[in-house]
């Protein structure tokens, strides 16, 4: 069973930077999609971004897109999420999860990580 854990988290402010890093525990991971998911106060946990096994498809939710971006290092055993211009509606606790299928995608993780809190503030 792979576990997922993520860091980054943090307090900012409307229009900063952050880039979040989830590490899987084995090489297993290698060969999985990877997607980050957020959920917000009193809000059901939603899709943000998915990268497929190799890391050449990626797939994003509408209102990330052009903002966020979701990379990998297969050697490492780690997924990112960078995220610009960040905005209060952007706050959320961030989860990184595995899918054993290969390919890019919005459902059917099988893995997922504890979470990191990000804050935007206006």
């Known amino acids: 069973q792979v576990q997922l854990v993520e860091s980054g988290g943090g307090l900012v402010q409307a229009g900063d930077s952050l880039r979040l890093s989830c590490t899987a525990s084995?090489?297993?991971?290698?060969?999985?999609?990877m997607g980050w998911f957020r959920q917000a106060p009193g809000k059901e946990r939603e899709f943000v971004a998915s990268i497929n096994w190799s890391g050449d498809s990626t797939y994003y939710t509408d209102s990330v897109k052009g903002r966020f971006t979701i990379s990998r290092d297969n050697v490492k055993f780690m997924v990112y999420l960078q995220m610009n211009s960040l905005k209060p509606e952007d706050t959320a606790v961030y989860y990184c999860a595995a899918r054993r299928t290969g390919g890019a995608g919005m459902y059917g993780y099988d893995y997922w990580g504890q979470g990191t809190q990000v804050t935007v503030s206006s």
């Open positions: 084995d090489h297993t991971s290698r060969s999985y999609a």
